[in-house]
C-alpha cells in the first residue's frame, strides 16, 4: 500500500517556468510534509518543509501549497533554472516526527534553456 | 558543522556473503535511520536508533540489522547477500526533538 503518490514521473519546463510537483496522501495522521531534492551520485537533501496547520509556505523559489481536506500538497518552483534539474521525492510522516518518513517515487525534472 | 559520513561509498559483493555499512551522524544528533534506495522499490525505511535502541523498524527480513553505539555512530549489516540487495543505502540523523532528517551520501552496494 503506498500511502503518498508523487506525479508527474519526469517532467520537463523551460527555464524561466514554474515546476509543479503533486503529492497525495492517504493517513490523515501525517502531520510533517518535506520536500527532498536529490542530484545522481549524492543523498536527498532537506528543501523545505510544511507542518498541517498552515496552507502554505515559502522560501525562496520553493512553495509548498498544503489543502489538508484534499490531502494532496504540492511543490512550486519558480523561475526554474537548469541546475534544479534533480529528481524531488514528497514525503510524510507522524507523532511530530518520530515515525519513519514515508516517501512518494519521486519526480524527475528536467530544465531545459 | 559536518554533515552525516556513510563509509564505504561503494561495495561489491558476491551472493551469500555479508556486509557491514557504517553511518556517523552530525554532531548533536543522537537518531540515526537507515533507507534502502532502488529504482524499483524508491526509498524504503529500514530501521531507526536513538540513544542506542531501535525505535522503529520497517518491513525488511531478518538478513537486516543495525546497531548504534554510545557516540551516535551506527552501523547496518546485511547478512547472505541476494542480488536485489543491490541499492543505495542511505542514512539520515536528526536530533531527538526535531522533525528533521539530514541524509548522508549513501552507500552504493552491488551484489553479484
Known amino acids: 500500500q503506498q500511502q503518498v503518490k508523487q506525479s508527474p514521473q519526469s517532467l520537463i519546463v523551460q527555464k524561466g517556468g514554474i515546476s509543479i510537483i503533486n503529492c497525495a496522501y492517504e493517513?490523515?495522521?501525517?502531520?510533517?510534509f518535506p520536500w527532498y531534492q536529490q542530484f545522481p551520485g549524492k543523498g536527498p537533501a532537506l528543501l523545505i518543509a510544511?507542518?498541517?496547520?498552515?496552507s502554505e509556505k515559502k522560501e525562496g523559489r520553493f512553495t509548498i501549497s498544503f489543502n489538508k481536506s484534499a490531502k494532496q500538497f504540492s511543490l512550486h518552483i519558480m523561475d526554474s533554472q537548469p541546475g534544479d534539474s534533480a529528481t524531488y521525492f514528497c514525503a510524510a510522516s507522524l507523532n511530530s516526527g518520530n515515525t519513519p518518513l514515508v516517501f512518494g517515487k519521486g519526480t524527475r525534472l528536467s530544465v531545459i534553456a | 558543522k559536518a554533515g552525516v559520513t556513510q563509509t564505504p561509498r561503494y561495495l561489491i559483493k558476491t551472493r551469500g556473503q555479508q556486509v557491514t555499512l557504517s553511518c556517523s551522524p552530525i554532531s548533536g544528533h543522537r537518531s540515526v535511520s537507515w533507507y534502502q534506495q532502488t529504482p524499483g522499490q524508491g526509498l524504503q525505511f529500514l530501521f531507526e536508533?536513538?540513544?542506542?535502541?531501535?525505535?522503529n523498524k520497517g518491513n525488511f527480513p531478518g538478513r537486516f540489522s543495525g546497531r548504534q553505539f554510545s557516540n551516535s555512530r551506527s552501523e547496518m549489516n546485511v547478512s547472505t547477500l541476494e542480488l536485489g540487495d543491490s541499492a543505495l543505502y542511505l542514512c539520515?540523523?536528526?536530533?531527538?526533538?526535531?522533525?528533521?532528517?539530514?541524509f548522508g551520501p549513501g552507500t552504493r552496494l552491488t551484489v553479484t
Open positions: 536508533y536513538f540513544s542506542e535502541t531501535q525505535r
Open positions: 539520515a540523523s536528526r536530533q531527538g526533538a526535531s522533525y528533521e532528517q539530514y
Open positions: 493517513n490523515t495522521a501525517f502531520d510533517y
Open positions: 510544511i507542518r498541517p496547520d498552515v
